[in-house]
Nanobody, 118 residues
Framework: QVQLVESGGGLVQAGGSLRLSCAASGSIFSINTMGWFRQAPGKQRELVAT???????NYADSVKGRFTISRDNAKNTVTLQVNSLKPEDTAVYYCYADRYVSPLRQYWGPGTQVTVSS
């Protein structure tokens, strides 16, 4: 099992920045991809950014150039630096991880709220 805990959410004005952090514990030795998804009220959960163990990153078009994902394999931590925040970034942000097993195992954190005021 993998447990994920997010931190760093909060209330920020448009144009501001936050740093979201996620710490993984449990069977972390086989984690491959880690990343962040978000879900706004009434909307589907959507991908924000992911990073593989080897460092390959993937970003949603809506956040490219504003958000930066990074991970520290030794610390089992993934962070999301969110800059130039917009009101439409308001959502619950969920940490994600998957694990090298068959079938693929996926894990989610409980979420952290990000609210951007105009």
């Amino acid at each position: 099992q993998v447990q994920l805990v997010e931190s760093g959410g909060g209330l920020v004005q448009a144009g501001g920045s936050l740093r979201l952090s996620c710490a993984a514990s449990g069977s972390i030795f086989s984690i491959n991809t880690m990343g962040w998804f978000r879900q706004a009220p009434g909307k589907q959960r959507e991908l924000v950014a992911t990073v593989t163990r080897s460092g390959t990153t993937n970003y949603a078009d809506s956040v490219k150039g504003r958000f930066t994902i990074s991970r520290d394999n030794a610390k089992n931590t993934v962070t999301l630096q969110v800059n130039s925040l917009k009101p439409e970034d308001t959502a619950v942000y969920y940490c994600y991880a998957d694990r090298y097993v068959s079938p693929l195992r996926q894990y989610w954190g409980p979420g952290t709220q990000v609210t951007v005021s105009s």
